[in-house]
């Protein structure tokens, strides 16, 4: 009977002790807590006190020229687990191929992500600067922090032993310069991306291998840490900037041609067999990059390990710090594809205007410098280059000297000196089709034919688009005719329909080196197109 009752007592005494207890927290306690927190002006705390708190006061009440923009943050909070699996998807087929090398190598039988996750927390802006600039480019200084719990899991199979390795709780504090330029007319209304950091990096992050927490171990934590700083800010520490292409060559947002490169293939020498009996069937194929243009060829020596060519090629330069020309030697065959003896690429920032430079170049088979069959001998190719920017009246006349030696050397060997006929058509007025009205320009000059875009349902098109003809001597007697059509697919109605046309005499422009007008489109009631066109020589 007494256990029995010890027992009824203890479960009905705990309840009612609780509830005892719990109503007087709420009456002498809870109170206390739900004051109103005491709020001390800066000036009031002590220098201890103060500077522990400095660091997390954002940099919009710090510093005055530093923005809020708590509405980007809550944007990027509400896309981020979209930007998540987005950004995780990127990485993946980032690193595949770097995986893939890999793989049969070292006793490597396979790499796969155990996890891949950027955590449910984003980054967050702390400020923005904004730059005032004359020129056509913004300049921005956004502060970025990110505590992510972000955890990343890669399986590593080694003889069929798994080893895993493991990076989480990512912290990142950044401040990057942002350059958008040049805007442009076509949406995104920037053309190129341009980043730098402005401070060195503060990173940290926890790397597991085999489950144990490496950054743990005395001394390494530190090392690591100052490393990745370190590489970081020799890779991208102002003033050194990575650029990011965003829109390509037919949004208008090129850069503006500056010159043009004269390239001859005179020779090659000792090049690979590729037939039967024992001769290959070679020419050159040649391409600057970041053009969409296509490539240019040489003609094909048949049957022969020791072509010579003598030929002139010419092309327009757009970025000669950065632009590179690609040569990409083949095996002609009549049936099958062409195979490949070798390639080579040339910086256009070797080049000293108005100068000609020989080059001996080793062909190999790739540009990859780990690539094993670079190994084997190909032969040479022998090239000879000049760039020859365009005429400028304020250059100096060591510069002219220069070019009139290397122009006068190009005439001797047949080549004469030209320029670039820069054709920009911008937008059009009040064109109306009778069936449709789907406008795009036309532009027909010396048998060549280049089209814009077509722009749906409108009478005011706006293309903005840029042509470039490149030109053996001035087109003085030369016109160019600009045609507007409208484009419909499928029936009843006429695929294509005119809106009205113009003819261009040249003369104006190669006199002025640019006009600038507005014409009225013949055929059309109150059409009219806005043209500039620029000539450029050498």
């Not at 990859?368 to 000879?384: A, F, Q, S, T, W």
């Not at 070019?403 to 007025?429: I, K, Y």
Request: proline share 7%; glycine share 6%.
């Amino acid at each position: 009977m007494g256990l029995v009752g010890g027992v009824l007592g203890f479960f009905i005494g705990l309840p009612i002790g609780l509830a005892a207890a719990y109503f007087v927290y709420l009456r002498y306690f809870a109170a206390r807590r739900l004051q109103d927190p005491v709020i001390r002006p800066l000036r009031d705390l002590d220098s201890e006190t103060l500077q522990t708190t400095i660091p997390d006061i954002p940099l919009w009440v710090k510093s005055p020229d530093y923005e809020r923009i708590d509405w980007m943050n809550r944007f990027i909070f509400d896309m981020w687990p979209f930007l998540d699996k987005a950004i995780c998807n990127n990485i993946k087929r980032a690193t595949r191929p770097i995986f893939d090398q890999y793989v049969g190598k070292y006793g490597i039988e396979s790499i796969e992500y155990g996890q891949l996750t950027l955590g449910s927390l984003p980054p967050t802006f702390q400020g923005i600067k904004v730059y005032e600039m004359l020129e056509k480019e913004l300049v921005i200084e956004p502060v970025i922090r990110w505590a992510s719990i972000m955890n990343v899991i890669v399986n590593v199979k080694v003889h069929s032993f798994k080893v895993s390795a493991q990076l989480e709780d990512l912290h990142i504090m950044l401040t990057p310069r942002v350059t958008l330029k040049p805007l442009v007319p076509s949406f995104p209304c920037f053309s190129n991306l341009c980043v730098s950091l402005m401070e060195k990096p503060s990173i940290d992050f926890r790397f597991k291998l085999f489950g144990g927490d490496v950054m743990a171990i005395p001394g390494l934590y530190q090392y690591v840490q100052d490393q990745i700083c370190k590489q970081i800010s020799i890779l991208y520490h102002w003033p050194k900037v990575i650029q990011i292409p965003i829109l390509d060559g037919a949004s208008g947002a090129t850069k503006k041609p500056v010159g043009i490169l004269h390239v001859k293939v005179i020779r090659a020498m000792n090049l690979l067999k590729m037939d039967l009996l024992g001769k290959s069937d070679p020419y050159v194929k040649m391409r600057l990059s970041g053009e969409r243009l296509p490539s240019k060829k040489t003609t094909v020596k048949m049957s022969n390990l020791n072509p010579e060519w003598n030929e002139h090629f010419k092309f327009i330069v757009k970025d000669p710090g950065t632009q590179v020309l690609e040569l990409h030697m083949f095996d002609w065959e009549k049936v099958k594809m062409h195979d490949k003896l070798g390639m080579q690429v040339i910086p256009l920032r070797l080049l000293t205007p108005y100068e000609s430079k020989l080059f001996t170049l080793d062909l190999v088979r790739s540009m990859n410098p780990n690539d094993p069959h670079n190994k084997k001998n190909r032969g040479k190719l022998v090239v000879e280059l000049t760039f020859d920017p365009f005429r400028d009246d304020s250059r100096t006349s060591a510069a002219s000297d220069g070019e009139g030696s290397a122009s006068a050397r190009r005439e001797a060997d047949g080549e004469s000196s030209g320029g670039v006929l820069l054709v920009s058509v911008e937008n059009a007025e009040d064109v109306e089709g009778k069936r449709h009205t789907n406008p795009y320009a036309e532009v027909l000059f010396r048998g060549e034919r280049k089209k814009t875009k077509v722009i749906r349902k409108t009478r005011d098109p706006r293309w903005s688009e840029e042509f470039q003809f490149m030109l053996d001597e001035p087109p003085v007697e030369d016109r160019i005719h600009i045609e507007v059509k409208s484009k419909r697919r499928g029936l009843p109605f006429p695929n294509k329909e005119s809106l009205g046309h113009v003819n261009i005499n040249l003369v104006d422009v190669v006199n002025n080196g640019r006009i600038n007008e507005k014409y009225h489109l013949i055929n059309s009631r109150n059409g009219m197109i806005q043209v500039e066109i620029k000539w450029s020589t050498v």
